[in-house]
């Protein structure tokens, strides 16, 4: 068994004082979390009393009537083959993405069934924890059922033993398997996996898994690149789940700008309820620009119905709105189908590319 990694903390740059509670810890004397910089998410079941039984669903009709398009590679194993070796991330639905980068394969939020109770998938899964290439690491951004899939997880762990597993501060407790190959971490901790450095990052979410456990556990998001000393780091970004706020633009400053931003396109309705929680796509695409990434990868869309909005309506509704609102290049958002893959090394490559408005590149 190799070593397993010990989170340190990752260097802080000078600060203004705005910026500074984006970086400061999230843990607090009672023994819970919460966000520094002051937001509170503290919607409960008079909330969801208000937008499951007195409110209507102004989506219920496109809903009921229209068959969502929901896009998959045919052959996903093939898809992530044909592209070069060395820096490529595949979308696994939802917000299950396989990246390999420095010659490490590391796999996050991997949920290959329902996504608890009562959610079923719209999609198969494109790969099975048999199809997946060594992995090196398993990180969870936090955990709520349609991140933090125990019978998933295990698998994996089951076929790749060795996998370091990094989480958010008390999660490992929710993480099935040997917990000495589960390291916790803060904000701004890192662990090192080979010659990668995955930092957890900032984000406003919350915690909940067990009904009285609210915010006993730490939620992030994830940065993956390549050792400091390499330069231009850049790497793969993934935000878990998150509402916008001004943390992003704090990231950057404190890790670079990511080569890839997989950035959340769905489960943003009604917003009065969602908002602190969930970025609907033109929050994703500010905080795509505040991290100053090369390219936006969508995710959290089209896998699990989790919303008001149809599950496609990110995707090829406001996702093209906002793009072509604000000038930017479409060459730069990637829509996939599940099981597409993005190759961001020297030369852009894609097999699975279902464009802003329509199909634009292969599914083979």
Not at 27 to 39: I, K
Not at 156 to 180: C, H, M, N, T, Y
Not at 188 to 200: K, N, Y
Not at 303 to 330: C, I, M, N, W
Request: glycine content about 12%.
């Amino acid at each position: 068994m190799t070593s397993v990694p010990e989170a340190f903390p990752v260097p802080l740059p000078n600060l203004s004082s705005d910026q500074l509670p984006f970086a400061a810890s999230p843990a607090t004397p009672s023994g819970l979390f919460h966000h520094p910089w002051g937001t509170v998410n503290d919607r409960g079941p008079a909330d969801i009393f208000r937008w499951k039984v007195l409110q209507s669903n102004p989506f219920a009709a496109d809903k009921k009537h229209r068959t969502p398009r929901l896009p998959e590679v045919r052959k996903p194993i093939d898809a992530w083959r044909h592209l070069s070796e060395g820096a490529r991330v595949q979308w696994l639905g939802h917000a299950s993405v396989l990246i390999e980068l420095q010659g490490q394969h590391v796999l996050i939020d991997p949920v290959f069934g329902a996504a608890g109770p009562g959610v079923p998938r719209l999609v198969a899964a494109p790969l099975l924890p048999s199809d997946l290439p060594r992995i090196d690491a398993i990180l969870v951004t936090h955990g709520h059922y349609d991140h933090l899939d125990r019978k998933s997880i295990a698998a994996v762990r089951k076929q790749w033993p060795e996998a370091v597993v990094g989480a958010p501060r008390g999660l490992g407790r929710s993480i099935p398997g040997d917990p000495a190959r589960i390291v916790e971490l803060s904000w701004f901790e890192a662990i090192t996996v080979g010659d990668l450095q995955c930092t957890l990052t900032p984000s406003q979410h919350w915690h909940l898994r067990r009904g009285w456990d609210r915010n006993r556990a730490l939620w992030g998001g994830w940065m993956v690149q390549g050792p400091a000393a390499s330069g231009d780091r850049g790497g793969v970004y993934h935000s878990g789940d998150t509402g916008w706020f001004d943390g992003f633009s704090v990231i950057q400053k404190v890790l670079g700008a990511p080569d890839v931003a997989v950035l959340p396109l769905g489960a943003y309705e009604p917003r009065w309820f969602m908002g602190v929680q969930h970025m609907p796509p033109e929050d994703s695409v500010q905080a795509f620009v505040d991290l100053g990434a090369r390219h936006f990868l969508g995710m959290h869309w089209g896998t699990f119905d989790l919303s008001d909005e149809p599950v496609d309506h990110g995707a090829y509704t406001l996702l093209p709105a906002q793009v072509a609102k604000r000038g930017l290049p479409e060459d730069r958002f990637h829509v996939m189908g599940h099981g597409g893959v993005l190759g961001f090394g020297r030369t852009l490559q894609e097999v699975g590319r279902d464009g802003l408005g329509g199909p634009s590149g292969s599914t083979q």
